[in-house]
């Protein structure tokens, strides 16, 4: 610990320590996070520690400030810091440079941190390993003053997400990818544009798409809706990101398209009746026949609720769509919106097939669905999802959690800033 040493960095300098080191990083410790954050007039510091015996930093974090009671503030270091978490005397440097750095401004009352550090490992939704690298820091951040928040983000919405499912695709095409998939979702994300459905990626200036069916979402469940502030954010780290690292995909529906579909397919039913009918009857033969003419019959019903479909609603309607983001390696699917009225149209699940297609496409390692509940039996408030999550065939990952450290400990207990 001798060696290291608490610093304030540059924004130069920490660009210069994610360049070198290639951690593994979300949105809140990423360098553009930070930008965007600065320019809404958000208080944002770069912190870290450097081993004077090797000259360079060897962790960091973005330590944002949020507004408390008016007057005070709280620290926070969401997904993060970035550190070497074998390393007891790193973890020990930074926190304490970080308290002692802290405490000069009596309007600090907490710091409150998650880092990207597994608890345990997973095979599915099975714990097979726990981590003693994770149980060792946990130790030392008690002895340092810190104390897990024990509560999960649908609980309260300021908890960070300490579940979430990814996939590994490292050095797989789509076609690779998907042969790992579960058999009915593999089928579905060969099937691109059935339904007369297509998927666009749309700029920030189209963001109101995106709300609207995101508000759709959270209107019917636990969800909560995008506020004014977040979605000033969400579209400022879109043009930061640029279209090549933040992805907004929105599936349209076309009735219009879908008519043309059922036509086309009709007419090829008819042509091989016409055909299967003039030849001698075999089992086989009347089996395919009947088969057809019950396609037909269930043409015949999906052709009518797409007329009402398009005499209702029009054509050219956007009805699920997801945000996602490219850090590194790794697709992060962070927000997702669907139309349920619309539900029929989307069962290849366009928006996820699109993604999945485009992490492959890009050669990244990680295809990363982001937030899970962490209770996976029928009870949990994400039993649906996480059954489509499991399809993919990833893993559950999980993190050590939320935990907040004191910084004048009497007026943060007093003001609610621990909870």
Request: net charge neutral; charged share 30%; aromatic share 12%.
């Amino acid at each position: 610990m001798d060696s290291m040493r608490f610093v304030l960095l540059t924004p130069k300098a920490y660009a210069r320590f994610l360049e070198e080191s290639r951690p593994r990083v979300f949105i809140p410790q990423s360098i553009e996070f930070a930008r965007v954050r600065e320019r809404q007039g958000y208080k944002v510091e770069y912190v870290g520690i450097v081993d004077d015996a090797e000259r360079k930093v060897v962790g960091a974090g973005v330590l944002a400030y949020q507004p408390w009671k008016k007057v005070f503030w709280r620290a926070q270091l969401t997904y993060g810091p970035l550190l070497d978490w074998e390393s007891t005397a790193a973890i020990e440097a930074f926190f304490t440079g970080l308290k002692r750095h802290l405490r000069k401004n009596p309007r600090v009352l907490a710091l409150r941190f998650n880092p990207l550090l597994p608890r345990a490992f997973y095979e599915d939704i099975k714990v097979v390993e726990e981590n003693p690298v994770a149980a060792k820091a946990q130790e030392t951040f008690a002895k340092l003053g810190a104390t897990r928040l024990k509560k999960e983000f649908y609980e309260q919405p300021d908890i960070q997400i300490r579940y979430i499912y990814t996939k590994d695709i490292s050095g797989k095409t789509f076609d690779e990818a998907t042969a790992t998939l579960a058999k009915g979702l593999r089928r579905r994300f060969h099937n691109e544009g059935r339904y007369g459905v297509e998927t666009r990626l749309l700029g920030p200036e189209e963001f109101d798409v995106f709300d609207k069916l995101h508000e759709s979402t959270a209107d019917r469940t636990t969800m909560h809706g995008i506020s004014g502030s977040s979605r000033a954010f969400y579209t400022e780290l879109m043009r930061e990101l640029g279209p090549e690292r933040a992805l907004l995909c929105v599936a349209y529906l076309s009735p219009s398209r879908y008519l043309e579909q059922i036509a086309d397919e009709r007419q090829e039913s008819l042509k091989r009746i016409e055909l299967l009918e003039g030849r001698k009857a075999t089992k086989a033969r009347d089996r395919e026949l009947e088969q057809l003419h019950e396609r037909l019959t269930t043409l015949d019903s999906q052709e009518e609720q797409a007329r009402k479909t398009l005499d209702e609603y029009g054509d050219d309607i956007p009805f699920n769509a997801a945000l996602s983001f490219r850090f590194g390696d790794e697709l992060i699917l962070l927000l997702g919106g669907m139309d349920k009225r619309f539900a029929a149209y989307g069962r290849d699940y366009p928006v996820e097939r699109a993604m999945f297609k485009w992490a492959c496409d890009n050669g990244l390692s990680v295809y990363n669905t982001f937030g899970v509940s962490g209770i996976f039996d029928e009870t949990a408030p994400d039993a649906p999802v996480l059954k489509f999550k499991r399809w993919l065939g990833g893993n559950v990952e999980e993190f050590v959690g939320t935990y907040v450290l004191p910084i004048h400990p009497l007026l943060a207990k007093a003001t609610g800033a621990l909870n």
